[in-house]
């Protein structure tokens, strides 16, 4: 049993709303509060930090422990205008960074598709965005963070005084202990918009060659794939390119929006046929704007944010998203291999994103991101039948030689884990013993 | 008055609600002079208003239930030259179970909640009425409306301190200073950690924060927060009494 302090919620979910068992969960706000909820002397429950849970799987989820929720530690702690260094606790949202840098005149070194995560979480899960090809993994620009283990010693980890410890951090999923606070370094932009460019393709090899083309100069791409497409659409996509503009105009984006899914759709909402219909609308109206605009950065990075709960058209019994990543070598066969499976499946939902990894190394034991391509997409939790479709994917991946992303799973089998991340027995040598989830139970117990 | 660099002294920083209005404050550029018992706890909220935009952060530790007012209080507007708004935002919600069996606890609750209060909002009067100026803002409950089976010693003393503030804003009127009564209803804090939070009712401490913004500027002496628990309570105040005894509320 947890201290009082923790109180049994049963709507505490990860994103995909599938996993649903009751958490212990506490909700300090100062970080002198974290070591009476840590110590569990007399008790051998384990802990789990959390951000947003925005983590699509069980990643974020310790049933058989317990879970310590960071939302309430928000506050900056210094920034640096002239080296644009900032240093916050680890629960602040990087949707308030950004209201916070971006009339400053900065931005998120790189960021995830949406802003609703926290600074911990984007550390714990070494996230990417769509400059990834330039700036490589959020971890590439951490410079240090305070770590508080469950046997109440913390320190400052950098990579110079730490290196095993700030490796095992990156992309550790939580499990090295509590970051307490974190120093990352931002990026100068020159304005809040950006020039993007709209190209529609059809076919995986338009893919591939306005892919080549691009990443040297542009320091974003980015394109939505259509997986239910057939026949002469197979593989038809829009590709987005872009580059921060010049002109000084520093507008930040608006948390307030009135639009919200307020309740859980329908099951049938998403079926194959209006899946189809969707992308097919989509693909027009984009391809009638194809060309260059300008667009705010809420809408080039975050298009989704605008609705909040938008995870709740896929009904009650919620979602499964499937992020991997091929390397180079394997990346054209494989990706038109799983295209064709999950064209073939008629599973899809809409949300499908293809775009290439750079070079430049991620830094944690366990991070996701490595050169090559990486599609991610989202499937309504149809039960076995959807399970049984991401193990034919999961052959596929695996016969390539990529790797899944913990951040998005709740089903991966602990051998395709142990395959998409070989260098995890060296980070058992820097897990906190304290902590655990959902998700490290399954694949490394 | 510079808009921009409001003299502003919080009571009570340390509370969700206190907090996330010391921030829309901060990056508005105002001179804050925030309170709270924890040092260590300042100091990290302190530092957090400076770098959103604060011009002026200064931060002492006091017990406010327990600090003579008018000393403390004449300090603090000497620090800021002068006052443009006082938040009063400490206190603590208690347990009704407990306290029914316990005296002591419900005279250290009323010293809190309502004693100590009475003193600052008194002495918050005092210079607010030599200035000529200014918005003195309490943070009170919709527990106050209407005395409820699980929870009224707590609601006595916000439903006496919403009378207190209704009367110094009365007081004031004529002189061109304000005094306003916050009552807001469920408000996801570590106040209300226990409780489920489930339903259209709960809001969270921004929400607050930018009522309070907007009371300290202009408006009534009473604020529900959300808006929408003007007329719940409203509600709760007419039902007739067999109706009301039959709610477990």
Known sequence: MASPSFVTRDDVLSWGRVHRRPQQVAAPRFCDEFAALLDNRGASSSRLAIGMRRSYGDSCLNSDGAMIDMSGLDRFIAFDEATGTLRAEAGVPLSQILAFAVPRGWFLPTTPGTRFVSLGGAIANDVHGKNHHQAGSFGCHVKSFDLLRSDASSCVVTKENEAGLFAATIGG???????????????KIGSAYLDVETIPYVGLDEFWAITEESVEKFEHTVSWIDCSARGAKFGRGIFSRANWREDGVFTPHNDDTWKNIPFDAPALLLNQYSVASFNEVYFRANKAKAGISHQHYAAFFYPLDAILNWNRLYGQRGMFQYQCVIPPDNARAAIAALLNEITRSGQASFLAVLKTFGDRQSPGLLSFPRPGATLALDFPNRGSETLRLLSRLDAIVGHAGGALYPAKDGRLSAEMFRRSFPRWCEFLEYKDPGMNSDFWRRVAE | MNDANKRIIILGVASAIAEATARIWAAQGARLFIVARDKGRLDTIAADLKTRGAVEVTAVAIDCAKANTALELDAMVKTLGGLDVLLLAYGTLGEQKRLEADPEAVRDLIQ???????????????????????TLVVIGSVAGDRGRRSNF?????????????????????PIGARAVIIKPGFIDTPMTAAFEKKGLLWAKPDVVAGLIVKAAERGGPVVYAPAFWRWIMLVIHHLPTFLFNKLNI
Not at chain 2, 112 to 134: D, I, K, M, P, Y
Not at chain 2, 153 to 173: D, P, Q, S, T
């Open chain 1, 173 to 187: 999923l939580g499990l090295t202990g509590v970051i307490e606070w974190a120093e990352i370094r931002l990026e």
């Open chain 2, 112 to 134: 809190t909640n309502f004693t100590s209060a009475v003193a600052w909002c008194l002495s918050a009067s005092a210079v607010l009425e030599r200035q000529r100026s200014g």
């Open chain 2, 153 to 173: 010693i707590y609601g006595a003393c916000k439903g006496g301190l919403a009378r207190l503030v209704e009367g110094i804003a009365h007081k004031l009127a």
